[in-house]
């Protein structure tokens, strides 16, 4: 365990590394990256807090789980990862709590926020993504490359490493894929991810045979066994309730 004091800071650790992507790239967050990339547990705590993304579902977690800190590391991992305490909490009750707290400040954009979408949620990442954001509901329209790469860059995708190659990586991992219908993942293939850019690296001696997850195309973390089944297993799981809506939407 790493901490200081009494404290644990493998949450905003775990936080901050997986933040890190989206924020670099401008997508999410406060404009203090120094913060998730060396900041004290308090500055990582106070850049959190203005994720509009990921704060909701931590605070909505902490307080249906009676874990107290969002920041604590079962949530955090929980939500990028799928599975752990998230898991066993009922959806439709999860769902309510997080309108609550992200319905005021939805707005025209987010009108696809309503009841019919509690079926599909989540207490993790993976339901932001393909059910929160709005980027499945732009395929089909003809301009399907965008909202694919977005929806596959977004997700947390497990991957194993081939070769590391300074800054680089290759690994081999599945894809988002769209075939007109219906999102699927294709057989795995290989990729180039960043391990370090700027200076920074969130695995910094990652090396080959590791399981690792891939943020916007950067390794974000290692994965356990446990970690790997738990995003297949919720991906696997939003996938399905997705594509059971827009079946409905295309026919």
Same mark, same amino acid.
């Given at each position: 365990?790493?901490?200081?004091?009494?404290?644990?800071?493998?949450?905003? *650790?775990?936080? +901050?590394?997986?933040?890190?992507?989206?924020?670099?790239?401008?997508?999410?967050?406060?404009?203090?990256?120094?913060?998730?990339?060396?900041?004290?547990? *308090?500055?990582?705590?106070?850049? @959190?807090?203005?994720?509009?993304?990921? &704060?909701?579902?931590?605070?909505? #977690?902490?307080?249906?789980?009676?874990?107290?800190?969002?920041?604590?590391?079962?949530?955090?991992?929980?939500?990028?990862?799928?599975?752990?305490?998230?898991?066993?909490?009922?959806?439709?009750?999860?769902?309510?709590?997080?309108?609550?707290?992200?319905?005021?400040?939805?707005?025209?954009?987010?009108?696809?926020?309503?009841?019919?979408?509690?079926?599909?949620?989540?207490?993790?990442?993976?339901?932001?993504?393909?059910?929160?954001?709005?980027?499945?509901?732009?395929?089909?329209?003809?301009?399907?490359?965008?909202?694919?790469? $977005? #929806?596959?860059?977004?997700?947390?995708?497990? @991957?194993?490493?081939? +070769?590391?190659?300074?800054?680089? @990586?290759?690994?081999?991992?599945?894809?988002?894929? &769209?075939?007109?219908?219906?999102?699927?993942?294709?057989?795995?293939?290989?990729?180039?991810?960043? $391990?370090?850019?700027?200076?920074?690296?969130?695995?910094?001696?990652?090396?080959?045979? *590791?399981?690792?997850?891939?943020?916007?195309?950067?390794?974000?973390?290692?994965?356990?066994?446990?970690?790997?089944?738990?995003?297949?297993?919720?991906?696997?799981?939003?996938?399905?309730?997705?594509?059971?809506?827009?079946?409905?939407? @295309?026919?």
């Amino acid at each position: 365990m790493t901490s200081v004091g009494d404290v644990d800071i493998r949450g905003p *650790e775990m936080f +901050a590394r997986y933040a890190y992507a989206p924020n670099q790239l401008g997508y999410c967050g406060p404009p203090d990256l120094d913060a998730l990339t060396g900041g004290s547990v *308090e500055r990582i705590r106070t850049a @959190a807090r203005r994720f509009s993304g990921a &704060w909701p579902y931590l605070r909505v #977690l902490s307080a249906l789980t009676g874990i107290s800190d969002p920041l604590d590391y079962r949530l955090v991992e929980s939500y990028w990862l799928g599975g752990g305490v998230g898991a066993a909490l009922d959806a439709d009750e999860f769902y309510a709590a997080l309108l609550a707290v992200i319905g005021p400040q939805a707005g025209h954009y987010w009108s696809h926020l309503d009841d019919e979408l509690a079926g599909e949620a989540a207490g993790n990442h993976c339901f932001h993504v393909f059910g929160v954001y709005p980027w499945t509901r732009f395929l089909g329209r003809g301009m399907d490359e965008h909202p694919l790469h $977005v #929806l596959d860059s977004c997700r947390i995708t497990p @991957a194993t490493v081939l +070769a590391r190659h300074g800054d680089h @990586a290759e690994v081999r991992c599945q894809r988002l894929e &769209w075939d007109g219908t219906s999102l699927q993942l294709s057989v795995p293939t290989t990729q180039t991810v960043e $391990v370090r850019i700027e200076g920074y690296s969130a695995v910094p001696d990652v090396q080959p045979g *590791e399981s690792v997850a891939v943020h916007w195309g950067r390794v974000c973390g290692r994965l356990d066994a446990t970690h790997v089944r738990d995003l297949d297993d919720s991906t696997d799981r939003q996938l399905s309730v997705t594509n059971r809506r827009l079946a409905v939407v @295309a026919g």
